[in-house]
C-alpha cells in the first residue's frame, strides 16, 4: 500500500524542474521549454476539475497554446481520484498513455552512511553537465543549453564521483525548493556513465546527497523513478524510499520527439 504523499509534493516537483515558459489556465500549469524533457513541458493540471464541459474548454485552450510553440500536447496525470473524469476526457480523444512514474519518499534524520570521495558543488560544473547529458539528454548543445536553465531555476547541490582513473563516473542533483522552506529535497538527475555501473557509484551520490540535505536542515525527501527501472528502484528501497504515488504522461499524437527526461 502506497505511503501518503509529502504536502504539496506536486507544487514541490514542479518548482524543482521549472519550465522556463509557463502559463495558468482554468486550474492547470500550462509548461514549456523548447522541447526538452516531458516534465518541462507537458500540462500540470493542479486542479483537473470534475465538470467534463470545463475540462473540454481547458483542453481546446492547451492545445491552441501547445500548438503556437509547435509542440505535442503532453499531460502529466497523476493516480489521483481527482484525474478520473480527466482521464476519461483524455481517453476519449485517444491521447496515449506512457512512461509511467513512481514517486519515492523519505523521512530524513535516519543514518546514512559516509560516501568518500564525493564532490559536492552547488552548480553543475561542465563536466556534471557532459556526464549526464550523455545518460539522460537528448540534442545539441542548444538543447543542453536550455536543460540547463531548468536545472539552475531551483537552489541545488550537484553531486559528482570519480572512477579510479580520475574520470567523472555517477553523477546527482538534489533540488532544494524554496517553496519547502529548506525542509525538503528532491534527488533528480541520478546518471551512471555505461561502463561504470554496478559499481557502488549511485549508491556513494545518493548518500551523499542524502547526508548534505540533511546537513542543510532537509527533513524529507523525494525522488522519481520509471516504473521499469527495476535496477533503481531496488537501490532507493535499500535506501530507505517507499512509495507515495505515481503518474503517467497522456500525449495527444506525437508530432516532434521531445529529448530527455
Not at 84 to 97: I, Q, S, V
Request: net charge positive; glycine share 10%.
Amino acid at each position: 500500500m502506497a505511503a501518503e504523499p509529502m504536502p504539496g509534493i506536486e507544487a514541490l516537483m514542479d518548482a524543482a524542474w521549472a519550465a522556463p515558459d509557463r502559463e495558468e489556465h482554468a486550474g492547470w500549469v500550462l509548461r514549456a521549454a523548447s522541447g526538452v524533457t516531458q516534465r518541462a513541458n507537458s500540462v500540470w493540471p493542479r486542479e483537473p476539475g470534475p465538470d467534463p464541459h470545463l475540462l473540454s474548454a481547458a483542453l481546446r485552450q492547451a492545445r491552441l497554446w501547445y500548438r503556437k510553440r509547435r509542440l505535442p500536447l503532453i499531460f502529466q496525470v497523476f493516480d489521483d481520484p481527482r484525474s478520473a473524469p480527466l482521464n476519461a476526457l483524455l481517453d476519449a480523444e485517444g491521447f496515449t498513455r506512457q512512461s509511467e512514474t513512481l514517486i519515492l519518499v523519505r523521512d530524513g534524520g535516519t543514518v546514512v552512511p559516509a560516501a568518500g570521495g564525493v564532490e559536492i558543488s552547488e552548480a553543475p560544473t561542465p563536466e556534471w553537465l557532459r556526464l549526464w547529458w550523455s545518460v539522460d539528454g537528448r540534442g545539441g548543445d542548444k538543447d543542453l543549453a536550455v536543460a540547463r536553465g531548468i536545472l539552475e531555476a531551483c537552489p541545488s547541490l550537484y553531486a559528482l564521483v570519480r572512477d579510479d582513473g580520475g574520470e567523472p563516473a555517477a553523477v546527482g542533483r538534489l533540488s532544494l525548493p524554496p517553496e519547502a522552506g529548506g525542509a525538503a529535497g528532491g534527488l533528480y538527475c541520478m546518471a551512471t556513465r555505461p561502463d561504470a555501473r554496478r559499481r557502488g557509484y549511485a549508491s556513494r551520490i545518493l548518500q551523499a546527497l542524502l547526508r548534505e540535505g540533511e546537513a542543510r536542515g532537509a527533513t524529507s525527501f523525494w525522488l522519481l523513478v520509471t516504473a521499469a527501472n527495476t535496477g533503481a528502484r531496488e537501490l532507493y528501497t535499500r535506501a530507505g524510499f517507499r512509495p507515495a504515488g505515481r503518474y503517467i504522461y497522456r500525449q495527444e499524437r506525437p508530432t516532434r520527439h521531445l529529448t530527455g527526461c
